[in-house]
DNA sequence: CCAACACGATAAACCGCTTTAGTAAAGCGG
DNA sequence: CCGCTTTACTAAAGCGGTTTATCGTGTTGG
């Protein structure tokens, strides 16, 4: 009843087991009538060689790891990660690989690593000097690091979060905003601060506001949802000091602010001009249609995987360039209304 | 320079092989003196066991599969995928499994199951006599169908589909609507025609259309994307036997219909009433947000995980009842206009 | 004082495959 | 007919863990 061995296949077509994995492995180097017996032995016996005897062996597991710093429930609520899963994806399938997920096991990543059976990992918006990538390295594992930063242990993949963050606020101040917010990424793991992409995206928004020589703004933060999204608008400031435009680290709660603002009897983008970060597909059907930074989401996947993939054939490689990123206007923005009025505008 | 072994560690400390490999699965057999030691240097050494080596021992590899039918970049544009995977995502965490994406592999499916080291599979809209259920069988790994057929072998998740569906159809029919068309899932490889799911969908929908003793509506095949929908618009006829409903089996497919409906300089719903199958998130951000049968995806995922989690533990476990659908009536439906000149209602 | 018995640690077999080194037979030129 | 190379196939040694059976040893009970 249990699982058909190489030996089975062996003694069945009369042959060593060595024959049998010459059949599968190379050929060429068996006679044309053993070659076809073999074959057909195993077919008949619906043969399998076991994985994880052939990665042990080969020292090659044909799987490449994702590290997902949260609950995998968290982070595929946001879209983004279907997006780079796309990009990975693409290159998975040319290369004739699968893909792992790798969520923290039993709450730490570190345990997760040990544990995952991969010719290399990609990581998500962890530092280089997290204690999860330290265990990769002590190991020995190639690794890609997405969204994080330099690091001259790693390839590291990026785009330009400051430039797309200060044309989003650019944009904001050019149609005459002076009140601004800011919804900022969440951690990526509960021990961190800013993530390496916030702090660039915060420092790229700042850069703008400085220069416009504006007050500095409000900043909240909130987790990549919706919800989180509706949550940070209702803990913005209100009164005198409400914001006429906010600037948002991700789509999903940039869409967020602008449901709970609707709900709140707000008009976006007339009471509230919203500007999201990312590009999601979905952001384009949105009510209105959201005003945001593209990034290259799938690009950067794939990016991400060809780079990891040669490393894992040994060759070593530099970081590339950021990718860049671009603003889209849409319809969530609009004009400041009666920005100075000498009283309460309202 | 390579990785450290266990007898690496062995040696070090002093010990025997065995002895390391106790400290960490039976730590209670040995003294409490060694096993500190033992602790200490592997710590050390920063010593992490081969997991594929861990695997062919204790014959579990701490994993489960999700069998891809298609290529990731295109199942992935579908959050569908998402959700599932936010299902068996709670599962897998909860019982510290890592999730393997199984694409096919050079373009065969059943190539990627041999090479996946899995200790059980999730297989997503593929038939009980699909070949690769076939080769999961002959190979002797759990399996739990989602969105297949009845089957005496494996324990299949499902929906109520044709419920669903007819409920879809009823409600179009109920606003006058007598010129219908439905957009079918595509096939879940190139080989088959209507998925199971497609095939019970149609079943609901037709029920409803004959019930009603409406003409037999045209139908259209669709991918899973808003592109796709796209299409499908434009290959619905025109004219007279224009329909001014269309049933979509997928919500992807039906923001695409809108979507091209609205270019082609029509109104939804004034002129074309759309209902979608799904309930995604993003389909209540739609504009205008889309009127739809919800099925509990991550319920779905999450049982599926629950049912092969006991497979792999040796319960023998049955196919549970499907789960209910409920139709969601948004603002992509209204009443049929002007359908009969003479004695209009409306 | 000796048999009985935990206790702590180990040697060796095993998991299922790949691969190196090697053997026997066949082919070949001289 | 002999040495030499090919060809076709195999034995056995890993790969890096786990696990079973065993073995000293210091403790006890009778």
């Known amino acids: 009843m249990s699982r058909v061995t190489i030996a089975d296949v062996a003694s069945a077509a009369g042959v060593s087991k060595t024959a049998v994995s010459f059949a599968f492995n190379s050929p060429e180097r068996l006679g044309h009538a053993t070659l076809e017996r073999v074959l057909g032995v195993a ?6 060689p076991h994985p994880a005897a052939r990665a042990l062996s080969t020292r090659r597991s044909g799987t490449i790891g994702v590290l997902i710093p949260q609950r995998l429930s968290t982070v595929f609520a946001n879209p983004f990660v279907s997006e780079l899963i796309q990009g990975l994806g693409e290159l998975c399938e040319e290369h004739d690989l699968a893909l792992l997920l790798v969520p923290p096991l039993d709450g730490s990543l570190e345990a997760a690593i040990r544990h995952a059976s991969v010719d290399g990992f990609i990581s998500l918006g962890l530092s280089p000097h997290d204690r ?11 690794t890609v690091l997405i969204d994080s930063d330099e690091s001259s242990t790693h390839p590291v993949v990026n785009v330009d979060d400051r430039g797309g963050a200060q044309a989003a606020a650019s944009h904001l101040l050019g149609l005459g905003h002076r009140q601004l917010a800011i919804v900022v990424l969440p951690p990526a793991r509960a021990e961190m601060s800013y993530t390496p992409t916030a702090t660039r995206r915060l420092a ?7 220069a416009a020589g504006v007050p500095a703004p409000q900043s909240v933060t909130a987790g990549i949802s919706v919800a989180a999204g509706m949550r940070a ?10 914001p006429t435009g906010v600037l948002v680290m ?7 602010v602008m449901k709970a603002a609707q709900t ?8 509230l001009s919203v500007v999201g970060f990312d590009d999601l597909p979905l952001s384009a059907w949105t009510n209105p249609p959201l005003t945001t930074v593209r990034q290259p989401i799938v690009d950067k996947g794939r990016l991400a995987a060809r780079m990891l993939i040669e490393r894992m054939n040994g060759k070593s490689v530099g970081s590339p360039a950021p990718l860049s990123t671009t603003l889209i206007v849409r319809a969530s923005t609009s004009e400041a209304r009666n920005l100075d009025l000498p009283n309460d505008r309202r």
Chains 1, 2 share one sequence.
């Open 250 to 256: 991700s789509d999903m709660a940039a869409i967020g």
């Open 132 to 142: 999860a990538v330290e265990v990769l390295d002590g190991i020995g594992i190639p």
């Open 233 to 242: 608008f209702e803990s913005l400031p209100s009164g005198a000091s409400r």
């Open 43 to 48: 077919h008949d016996l619906g043969y399998a």
């Open 264 to 271: 709140a009897g707000m008009r976006v983008p007339g009471d």
């Open 204 to 210: 790229g928004y700042n850069a703008a506001i400085e």
